[in-house]
Nanobody
Framework: QVQLVESGGGLVQAGGSLRLSCAAS????????MGWFRQALGQEREFVAA????????YYADSVKGRFTISRDNARNTVYLQMNSLKPEDTALYYC??????????????????WGQGTQVTVSS
């Protein structure tokens, strides 16, 4: 069992930055692929970024590529999402998730076994 707690969301002006953190419980954090997803009001949850167990590989949605950076610190059981050049369309509830998938990483929400409660990011124009 893994418990995930996100933090770092808030209100920011367009062009600004935020850094989301996701703290995981348990001793097996390094055995999970970690991902970030987001869900805007009235829309389906969408993939944002994922990182492999050893942080050797990352993958991003096209909409955030070049602006967002996912990273992890296995010693601290924490995954991060650095978000720069934020746009109003980035406004959403952001979730971190952990996956025991055998593949190096996954962009599919159904592949993730554990989810946090979400942290709200609001970008004003």
């Amino acid at each position: 069992q893994v418990q995930l707690v996100e933090s770092g969301g808030g209100l920011v002006q367009a062009g600004g930055s935020l850094r989301l953190s996701c703290a995981a419980s348990g001793r097996t954090f390094s055995s999970y692929v970690m991902g970030w997803f987001r869900q805007a009001l009235g829309q389906e949850r969408e993939f944002v970024a994922a990182i492999t167990r050893t942080a050797g590989l990352t993958y991003y949605a096209d909409s955030v590529k070049g602006r967002f950076t996912i990273s992890r610190d296995n010693a601290r059981n924490t995954v991060y999402l650095q978000m720069n050049s934020l746009k109003p369309e980035d406004t959403a509830l952001y979730y971190c998730a952990a996956s025991a998938v055998r593949a190096p990483l996954s962009i599919r929400a159904v592949a993730y076994d554990y989810w946090g409660q979400g942290t709200q990011v609001t970008v004003s124009s």
